[in-house]
Each structure stands twice: as C-alpha cells, then as structure tokens.
C-alpha cells in the first residue's frame, strides 16, 4: 500500500525552508542588523532548517516537485536553494556543512538576472 502525499504539508516544508535559508543567509552577511539572533536563535533556526529539508527528502520524489513548482512560480534564492539541496549529491548535507561562499556563488550563477 502506497503512503499517501500530504501536498499541502511539503508546500509548507518548502516555502518555510526556503525563508529560513533567506533569514540566514542574510543574518551571515549582516550579523549586526539584528541583535536579536544570539547563537542559540541561530541554531535553532538551523535546525529548523534541516528539518524541513529533511521532510521535503522524505517525500523523494513528490517532494522535489513541489519544490520544483515553488522555484517555477518564485525564481529566488530561497527556493533555488531548496531545490538544490534535494539533489541526490546533496543527500547527505546540512546547513552547517555547507561551504557558504560556494553556496553563493551557485544561487548568483543560476538565478534569472534582474530586469
């Protein structure tokens, strides 16, 4: 018996994935904009992160299509992202594991340039 696909759920996972990218990545490159995220908020919102990455991976397939579909209605970085970190070479990766700048650089190359 097939397990059934909450797309409303992995919708959520995705969106609420690719803002926490966002609240972090801009964090990193603003560390004094907000003196609110001490290391402890930070953490948290790293592994909140991961763990909606990791329920968009659980869902394999079914969960790289709705990423896929957020990326194609918001060509952003939030949900470039996201849909990258579904690939099968990234599998196994974390946030915190992650080289930054090399991050960056891949949403920089493949983001459609503003008109």
């Given at each position: 018996m097939s397990v059934p696909v909450l797309k409303d759920i992995l919708?959520?996972?995705?969106?609420e994935a690719a803002h926490l990218w966002c609240v972090y990545d801009w964090h990193l490159l603003h560390p004094?904009?907000?003196p609110d995220m001490d290391e402890e908020r930070l953490a948290r919102l790293v592994d909140r992160l991961?763990?909606?990455l990791d329920g968009?991976?659980?869902a394999g397939k079914h969960g790289q299509r709705i990423a896929q579909d957020r990326y194609e209605e918001f060509p952003e970085a939030g949900e470039l992202f996201v849909l990258r970190m579904l690939q099968?070479?990234?599998a196994k990766m974390t946030v915190e594991t992650l080289d930054l700048d090399a991050v960056r650089s891949y949403l920089a190359s493949k983001l459609p340039s503003a008109s």
């Open positions: 919708r959520q996972h995705a969106e004094d904009e907000n991961d763990a909606h968009l991976r659980v099968p070479a990234a």
